[in-house]
């Protein structure tokens, strides 16, 4: 399993891939997985949002058009989208995992995402 393999199914799916998808199509471990996002995050190849699927938190993978601007730089994380634009949820920012999350991204950057994920898989 390659970058350029998860690259290719991200493309295929052009409303967006899960990260939850992405590591079982594959047949490859989320861990692993999580190290080939943070490698094509890194490289600005994809970019993700926060999405929750059945009460498990998960991601949705887009592949970055070379013609997609980057005017929307500084609402992103690590390529991870600011959660409040846009949120319609009933708002507690003290308490917000999403607003927590992508805090969390711009301090510890891609590693800090990848340290993230290795606590969430062990967990589970
Ligand atoms: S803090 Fe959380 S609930 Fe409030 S607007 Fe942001 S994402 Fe939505």
Redesign the pocket.
């Known amino acids: 399993m390659t970058a350029e393999e998860a690259l290719e199914y991200i493309k295929s799916h052009p409303d967006g891939a899960l990260q939850s998808d992405l590591w079982k199509a594959l047949k490859i471990d989320s861990r692993k997985c999580s190290r080939i996002i943070a490698k094509l995050l890194k490289d600005n190849l994809i970019s993700r949002e926060v999405e929750t699927v059945d009460g498990i938190r998960t991601y949705r993978l887009f592949y970055a058009e070379k013609a997609r601007g980057r005017r929307f730089d500084p609402l992103l994380a690590v390529d991870c989208f600011e959660?409040?634009a846009g949120?319609i949820?009933?708002?507690?920012?003290e308490h917000?995992a999403?607003?927590s999350e992508w805090i969390f991204s711009i301090v510890m950057g891609v590693e800090g995402e990848v340290a993230i994920e290795k606590v969430f898989t062990e967990k589970t």
């Open positions: 959660p409040c949120c949820e009933e708002c507690m920012p917000c999403k607003l």
